[in-house]
């Protein structure tokens, strides 16, 4: 990615390279980080995936939709190794990624969120993000009891904390139990962590649910930063609102398959996304229902 | 009655070799379940495999006492890989399974008559296995105070015990305030944000499952040089479930729990035991409530009440911080 120039914002660049492109399922697209084939997932006798081919722009943030039981949860759970795959491959940065296990996917710098938020409860705030801090020699058991060998970089990864805490509002619960903090909270720490990973890309599973309006907008402007700092988003929402607002390109999944893709305007208005997804109530917000 | 007695008597055993074995079982227990989350039902099992070590090696195999330390130490990172290998990929109660079977599979292969020869059947080993460490004791004399007493060998035991316990615990110590230690917590609170976050999560429940079994055996070879005798019955499941009781008295995952919890674990059910006994000698208790046979049994049921107050009144053990145990219940 060229580093943006004073008055285009990396939005523009998103908007200018998805510009050109058929809205159809599958489509290629200029700079993809990730490539999906023929990716199949069966639960018994039912398909909860079948992704023919996906390609996931570079620098844009793309939004994954439909509705319930679509399999969205159940593809993300593969892209990041969390699930395994009957069929199929996918790749990150060209790299051939699937069936390796999910710690090799983050490490590789695809980090991704939960639905139902995973914050580490009995840990403080500063310790999940500390915890999430890269190449930590003092994670290693030959260390651990030889404070000397790491206290610089724990120290390190104590001020990226506290800076991400900051930027996220979240240092004055520095010290608090990561339980006392409420939903929205939560939802903030966890997405203030997976950035101590230093990820490509982000993956967050409905980081709008149960979230309350206020903190919804400053939710939406972080998703936003994460894009001007180059980094890659895809998100799963069944927030119209939100997907409307700050997506640059939307996939729209129902049944297992895609059955549409393209910028947000066009795909809202498509024929096959409101018979399988939206139905009447395609101009209304809907119900924030997890699935 | 005879309170210097009973006094004496309880805080012997309060810092004695029990307290000692039960400790170190409970430090091990810290590492599985305070610390990792993972619910090792087969304690013993890691008691059982030290101990037997260290009586099979040096009494049927002339092993010198070092080497069959060394080697206990070894068995029991044998038995952690084996319990390890097959369950710590899938749900946590696989493991509570596996380590309760497991420590049963290997009670009861020490009592087998088909292994009579080296491991002694159901009466164990008893010999002399413990001499060079005995040999090096210079309290040949024992200890006879108001408050403590011991014979030579049990003040020896409780020296060098007392001294393993301090070294095992500062290492715990460093491990569970390191990098290291935060991961395994992290693991317990849930594992698949740690995996989230690129940490090798079975990995780390290895290394926590090892290192708990290590020093598990370190208490098998306390009881087995203590008594310089093996016996299979022992190492029931028991064994495990007091090893519990200690953790969860002193407050899991705090690193002096285990001290704490068996310290009044061990007072207790002495201190109880003497004075029925004496109260029931002496006639302040009358015969038809309880027998002097049957004080053994009612201690038990005593302790047993006092542990349900405690967990009534104060859930988060002695270490434990009630605001933190709130937090259990998810939101």
Do not use: C
């Given at each position: 990615m060229p580093a943006p120039s004073q008055n285009t914002s990396r939005r523009?660049?998103?908007?200018?390279?998805?510009?050109?492109?058929?809205?159809?399922?599958?489509?290629?697209?200029?700079?993809?980080?990730?490539?999906?084939?023929?990716?199949?997932?069966?639960?018994?006798?039912?398909t909860a995936v079948n992704v023919s081919h996906l390609e996931i722009q570079?620098?844009?943030?793309?939004?994954?939709?439909?509705?319930?039981?679509?399999?969205?949860t159940t593809f993300f759970n593969l892209l990041t190794g969390f699930d395994q795959v009957d069929e199929g491959s996918w790749s990150f940065n060209g790299v051939k990624i699937s069936g390796t296990p999910p710690h090799k996917v983050a490490r590789m710098g695809m980090v991704r969120t939960f639905q139902l938020t995973k914050a580490l409860y009995r840990l403080t705030v500063i310790d999940n993000m500390r915890l999430a801090a890269t190449k930590q020699k003092g994670e290693s058991i030959l260390r651990a009891a030889l404070p000397f060998l790491w206290n610089d970089q724990e120290k390190a990864a104590t001020a990226r904390s506290e800076e991400l805490l900051t930027r996220?509002?979240?240092?004055?619960?520095?010290?608090?139990?990561?339980?006392?903090?409420?939903?929205?909270?939560?939802?903030?720490?966890?997405?203030?962590?997976?950035?101590?990973?230093e990820p490509e890309l982000v993956m967050l599973d409905e980081p709008m649910a149960?979230?309350?309006?206020?903190?919804?907008?400053?939710?939406?402007?972080?998703?936003?930063?994460?894009?001007?700092?180059?980094?890659?988003?895809?998100?799963?929402?069944?927030?119209?609102?939100?997907?409307?607002?700050?997506?640059?390109?939307?996939?729209?999944?129902?049944?297992?398959v895609i059955v549409a893709e393209g910028p947000p305007n066009i795909v809202m208005r498509d024929k096959a996304v409101i018979d399988a997804y939206l139905g009447a109530h395609h101009d209304s917000t809907l119900e924030q229902d997890r699935g | 009655m005879d309170f210097i007695f009973?006094?004496?008597?309880?805080?012997?055993?309060?810092?004695?070799?029990?307290?000692?074995?039960?400790?170190?079982?409970?430090?091990?227990?810290?590492?599985?379940?305070?610390?990792?989350?993972?619910?090792?039902?087969?304690?013993a099992g890691f008691l059982a495999v030290g101990a037997y070590s260290v009586a099979t090696l040096v009494v049927s195999f002339n092993f010198p006492l070092w080497a069959a330390l060394l080697a206990g130490i070894l068995n029991s990172v044998i038995l952690a890989l084996l319990l390890g290998l097959p369950t710590l990929r899938l749900r946590a109660d696989y493991l509570a399974i596996v380590t309760i079977a497991a420590a049963e599979i290997i009670r009861q292969i020490a009592r087998s008559a088909t292994f009579n020869k080296y491991l002694g059947g159901s009466d164990g080993i008893t010999g002399k296995f413990g001499k060079d460490f005995f040999d090096l004791n210079p309290f040949k004399d024992g200890l006879d105070t108001p408050f403590l007493r011991y014979n030579g060998n049990d003040l020896w035991v409780v020296v060098t015990g007392w001294a393993l316990v301090i070294v095992v615990l500062f290492v715990m110590w460093l491990l569970v305030r390191s990098p290291w230690g935060r991961v395994l917590k992290a693991i317990r609170e849930d594992e698949e944000a740690v995996r989230s976050l690129g940490k090798n999560v079975y990995l780390y429940k290895m290394q926590s499952l090892i290192i708990g079994g290590i020093v598990g055996s370190f208490a098998g070879f306390v009881?087995?040089?203590?008594?310089?005798?093996?016996?299979?019955?022992?190492?029931?499941?028991?064994?495990?479930?007091?090893?519990?009781?200690?953790?969860?008295?002193?407050?899991a995952a705090r690193v002096?729990?285990?001290?704490?919890?068996?310290?009044?674990?061990?007072?207790?059910?002495?201190?109880?035991?003497?004075?029925?006994?004496?109260?029931?000698?002496?006639?302040?208790?009358?015969?038809?409530?309880?027998?002097?046979?049957?004080?053994?049994?009612?201690?038990?049921?005593?302790?047993?009440?006092?542990?349900?107050?405690?967990?009534?009144?104060?859930?988060?053990?002695?270490f434990g911080d009630r605001k933190e145990l709130a937090l259990d219940a998810r939101a």
């Open positions: 523009d660049i998103a908007l200018a390279a998805l510009a050109g492109i058929t809205p159809t399922p599958g489509v290629s697209k200029p700079d993809p980080i990730i490539v999906a084939d023929h990716v199949v997932r069966k639960f018994g006798g039912l570079r620098g844009a943030i793309t939004a994954l939709i439909g509705p319930n039981g679509a399999g969205k996220f509002k979240l240092i004055d619960k520095r010290d608090d139990f990561a339980a006392a903090l409420s939903g929205g909270q939560r939802k903030l720490l966890e997405m203030a962590r997976a950035l101590m990973v149960g979230v309350n309006p206020a903190l919804k907008q400053s939710l939406l402007g972080h998703i936003k930063d994460l894009r001007e700092d180059g980094m890659t988003v895809l998100f799963v929402e069944h927030d119209m609102d939100m997907v409307r607002d700050i997506s640059d390109w939307v996939i729209v999944m129902a049944q297992g | 009973i006094a004496q008597q309880s805080f012997s055993a309060a810092l004695g070799v029990n307290t000692i074995i039960f400790a170190l079982a409970a430090i091990g227990l810290n590492m599985h379940f305070g610390y990792t989350g993972l619910l090792n039902f087969g304690q009881y087995a040089l203590s008594r310089q005798s093996v016996q299979p019955d022992n190492y029931g499941t028991a064994l495990t479930f007091f090893a519990y009781t200690v953790l969860i008295l002193g407050g002096f729990a285990p001290i704490a919890g068996s310290i009044i674990f061990w007072f207790l059910l002495v201190f109880i035991e003497q004075m029925l006994r004496q109260a029931v000698g002496a006639g302040y208790i009358p015969e038809w409530l309880i027998g002097v046979n049957q004080v053994g049994q009612i201690r038990f049921m005593l302790v047993g009440l006092g542990l349900m107050m405690l967990m009534i009144f104060r859930p988060q053990g002695i």
